[in-house]
């Protein structure tokens, strides 16, 4: 069963197909952005139960960057020691550890008064209207990423996931909704991501994954057959596409929120593309978990909310389906 499989991506190793997506935990109280032992033993945790690739919660590249001030964050060369230590834990137990960058743009919560986006306009009522991005600015945002991606690989990540999705800064330059610029990046959309990846890429030289809004669902913004088209231009420098969808304008188009309801978007840039995928949302029993894989619809499969309700979501599975040898000597007895 494909769930079970090992899978070497690039230079990526998997031990198996079971991937935590990134989570903001709100944890980081201080707001400072520094790893606390909440973090440490949150994503330990996950390793113990056997998840092959975890990927760590939004990570701010600058303090108005994050989507809120409790969010870790990696703008400074002393974040990197925390974050060291969850990879170290990680790799303890045969786990493959990512981190998300993020800069949160209009969609910031944090507490630093700024608030920058591709043009003044407001993602909703609940954010100000925000200031547009000068060039400098836009320059000075790619630096940050870059930075982030040295401080990423100094704390020994195996790979950096973009957060190309859910309405953030990446997202809002992608979109007509968000993107009214008359300059080059908004002649073309795609430019500031490409200048992203082109940084993070000269100094980070594991796996690259993107996490995208595959669609918006709404009439005035991009759909799935615009996003092929956008991923078509960047996917030569992408290992992994993380297919979410929707997060920045309210949907206007009808959308049924139910078990795998992304799923169809997630095979249809993998059946478009050159690319592996990973396919997630509402999949949380066993079967809806194991038969995304099976049906090839992605690469593969992220549970986020299952996973924080069981965090031994792994073993469930080698249970169910008689892969005992899979659960680690210490939590045998609980399974048989
Ligand atoms: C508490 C919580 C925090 C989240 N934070 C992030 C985040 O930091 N970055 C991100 O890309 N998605 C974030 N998401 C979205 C999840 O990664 C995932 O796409 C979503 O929960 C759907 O998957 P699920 O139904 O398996 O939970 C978050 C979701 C939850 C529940």
Redesign the pocket.
């Known amino acids: 069963m494909k769930i079970f499989e090992p899978i070497e991506i690039n230079d990526l190793k998997l031990k198996n197909r079971l991937v935590m997506?990134?989570?903001?935990?709100y944890q980081v109280k201080k707001k400072d952005g520094f790893v606390t032992d909440f973090h440490r033993s949150h994503y330990h945790i996950r390793a113990i139960g056997q998840v092959g690739l975890i990927?760590v919660?939004?990570t701010g590249i600058s303090p108005e960057g994050r989507?809120s001030s409790e969010?870790l964050g990696i703008y400074l060369d002393e974040h990197v020691k925390g974050l060291s230590d969850i990879v170290s834990l990680a790799h303890r137990e045969g786990s493959k550890i990512a981190i998300?960058l993020?800069h949160a743009g209009r969609k910031s919560a944090s507490d630093d008064p700024i608030h920058y986006g591709p043009s003044p306009l407001q993602s909703s009522n609940s954010f100000p209207i925000p200031t547009e991005l000068s060039k400098a600015d836009i320059q000075r945002i790619v630096q940050q990423f870059k930075d982030g991606a040295r401080r990423a690989k100094e704390a020994g990540f195996d790979g950096i996931?973009i957060?190309g999705?859910?309405g953030y800064l990446i997202h809002q330059f992608l979109s007509p909704i968000s993107n009214q610029r008359t300059d080059e990046y908004g002649t073309d959309k795609v430019l500031f991501l490409k200048e992203v990846i082109e940084a993070i890429k000269s100094v980070f030289d594991k796996t690259l994954l993107l996490?995208v809004s595959a669609d918006e669902f709404h009439t005035d913004g991009y759909d799935i057959h615009d996003m092929i088209r956008i991923l078509k231009e960047v996917e030569d420098n992408l290992d992994i596409i993380?297919v979410?969808s929707g997060g920045n304008v309210r949907p206007n188009k009808e959308i049924k929120v139910e078990p795998g309801y992304?799923v169809y978007l997630s095979e249809m840039l993998r059946n478009a593309l050159k690319k592996p995928t990973i396919a997630?949302?509402?999949?949380?029993t066993d079967e809806e978990i194991v038969n995304v894989l099976e049906n090839e619809q992605a690469d593969l499969v992220?549970?986020?909310?299952?996973?924080?309700r069981d965090s031994n979501l792994f073993l469930r599975l080698a249970k169910t389906y008689g892969r005992e040898d899979l659960i680690p000597y210490a939590y045998k007895r609980a399974y048989r």
């Open positions: 997506p990134p989570m903001c935990m990927i919660e939004s989507i969010d998300q993020n996931e957060h999705a859910h996490r993380h979410s992304q997630v949302g509402l999949l949380n992220a549970c986020g909310r299952e996973l924080l």
